[in-house]
């Protein structure tokens, strides 16, 4: 019998993962990836004790606690009072063998990248998905990807995990199902904790919520030398919908939006790393409608590609309006 072969679109986090899940059993996979590089964006993302177990699995668990920050739970602050509401655990290591990790989605995604690597997955940037040719007739097995620069690979399986904007959905699985923008994005940026001379009363994660507005402030590195801080604002008009960078005026424009929005807060670090952030990532956020395939003949959709994420609870607020 011969080997069965996986194409696997997208080289984020899922990508990656599903080669190593795949490589397992004896399947091989080949990662085909839109950009000319590994994506920077994405901020800082909580893993969960589910998470941690795959990772654990796969022999990188260990490697992942050296860059992130263990969480075992998120400390809900008043910023009216300054006084702790309470906490959400996210992890407990008695109750389920594991802590919840706070990690940069940038190093978990070179972690990956690192084990597909040994793991013998080739991975291909600049292959951008314009096509899918599905097996015609009993006699042809195979699936056809079709790239921009006009390569074809073949294989028993094509698996999108492309996320949101998934190319394997909108070409072949289901071209009518398409995203959806919010008119919200998190705004986000990292911040080095020397720049912070108040007192910080958070462990490793807090939700600061006021009826202004709520943001998220987590160490982000196993030293806690770094701090992810996180806002969800109303942003009329995306630059891009892959998230962007701003600097500058913008930047201004949001830390004064965030500023007069949490002036009479009762926690003073909340300002300091408002103002100590230099550079602000926008990132976008896009629902699909919860009616739609996930999969069509050979072809699977993995992740976000069939079912992003809704509107995020922890931040369900009345957010300033910003027009970027």
Known sequence: MSTKTAIIIGGGIAGPLT???????????????????????????????????????????????EFGCPCEKIEIFSVATGQKLGDLQMGSTEQY??????????????????AVGKAGVEVHYNKKL????????????????????GTSVTG??????????????????????????????????????SAITEPIPFESTALNTSCNGS?????????KTSIFFAAVLE???????????????????TRTALLRNFESAKLPCISQMTNAVEDLFFYP???????????????????DAAHA???PTLFHITPPVLSI
Request: negative net charge; glycine residues 10%; hydrophobic residues 40%.
């Open 19 to 65: 080669a190593l899940a795949l490589s397992e059993i004896g399947i091989s996979c080949t990662i085909y990836e839109l950009r000319d590089r590994p994506a920077t964006i994405g901020g800082a993302i909580n893993l969960t004790p589910n998470a941690l177990r795959i990772l654990d699995h796969f022999g990188l668990l260990q490697r992942a606690l």
């Open 97 to 114: 063998g594991y802590n919840s990790l706070r990690i940069c989605r940038k190093d978990l995604q070179q972690l990956l990248l690192d």
């Open 130 to 149: 314009v096509g899918v040719k599905e097996p015609e007739g009993p006699e042809e097995k195979f699936i056809t990807a079709i790239f921009e620069d």
């Open 156 to 193: 028993d399986l094509l698996l999108g995990c492309d996320g949101i904007h998934s190319a394997v959905r909108s070409k072949f699985v289901e071209p009518s199902r398409v995203p959806i923008y919010t008119g919200i994005s998190s705004a986000y940026g990292i911040l080095p904790t």
């Open 215 to 223: 943001v998220i402030t987590s160490y982000c590195n196993a030293e």
């Open 235 to 253: 942003v009329s008009e995306q630059q891009d919908a892959d998230g962007w960078r701003v600097r500058g005026k913008v930047v201004d424009e």
């Open 285 to 303: 956020v896009f629902t699909l409608d919860n009616e739609g395939r996930w999969y069509h003949g050979p072809a699977l959709l993995i992740g």
């Open 309 to 311: 994420v809704s509107f």
